[in-house]
């Protein structure tokens, strides 16, 4: 999405982003740790020990130069934030506090906001920023949240709840630094009819995404529905997009200049991250990986290339990795000997801060 592009000055100004090619151009404190802790060998996996991160594939020359920001949650009794660079080394790290490690899943978003702050997702608890430091700046609960949360260009906060959610709770709401609701959207209204009115998998819609377009409407992902729908300010659906012909649980939309969409499709299926055209719903571009599973995330960085986070059914590895327009692996980061068994693994979303 557009609010992940164009923080590069803050991060070159602090030293954090080094090497490669410009993209440009071609809690109550936690634990954190910052620039002058960082670990990691970046030399392949020959030397990193299991549980650690580490860089697999990296080709400086097409790769999108900058650092990768995400929640890594193979340890479900410490989950984190981390900040790593091109070569995997972690830059900067936030252990969630204590008394909120439980609330991890499901869908832990994570944000970089244009002050520096990181913003993120509580599941089923609410949403938390934090600066640099560690410190709590700002806190909204709401146990009906989950999966995506969205700092809006007015300073309000936009979220959904898709974690068990019901016909008649909200699935999409907007809310001020104060924590007033001053937008709020339920699917019931419009999909309490067949063949949708029995669905129940995780939840009724299991909205997972919601995005403020640049007209004031707001893009809703409902996963379990298979759709992605536009809703004006008043609540009324006006775009909507089915995709059961392409595959299935789609997650996290973006819109892509030109008023094309990318989505991930989460299960197996001949169509993982799919770009189409919102005009005429033709496809314009897709990628397929043999054994990639669980696709969960996909941003299209500046350059062309695409960000993708998901699981290796083969290897049980959950990744993240960029491909550029052809499909070409250029960038991909992994967790050494971390299995995921049947889980959806252990990255949920990703956000490239480019240089």
Known sequence: MSRKQGIALLFLALGLVAGGTRCGDGASSGDTTGPGDTTGPGDGGESV????????????EKACDGTT???DLRDAQ???????DMQGAVLWE???????????????????LPSGNILFVLPRYGIH?????????WSHVDPETSHDA???TSGNTLYVFGAGDKKNDDHAKEVTPAGETVWSWSAGGEYDVAPYDTISDAGWTHANAAVRLANGNTLVSLRNFKLTVEVNGGGAIVWSYDWSALGCEPHEPEIVPGNTLLICLHRPTPHQV??????????????????????????RLSNGNTLIVGVMSDTEDSVIFEVTQTGEIVWQLKI??????TRPGHFYKAQRIES
Do not use: C
């Open 49 to 60: 020990q299991p549980g650690e991160l580490y860089v697999d594939i990296y080709d400086p």
């Open 69 to 71: 920001l995400f929640a």
């Open 78 to 84: 410490n989950p984190r934030i981390v900040e790593v």
């Open 94 to 112: 936030y252990v969630i506090p204590e008394d909120l490690k439980e609330y991890h899943d499901p869908g832990m978003d994570v944000e970089l």
């Open 129 to 137: 920023e934090i600066d640099r430091e560690g410190n709590l700046v």
């Open 150 to 152: 969205d700092r809006l």
């Open 274 to 299: 799919v770009e189409i055209d919102r005009g005429t719903g033709a496809i314009v571009w897709q990628y397929y990986r043999d054994y990639l599973r669980t696709t969960r995330d996909s941003d």
């Open 336 to 341: 050494k000997d971390a299995p995921t068994g």
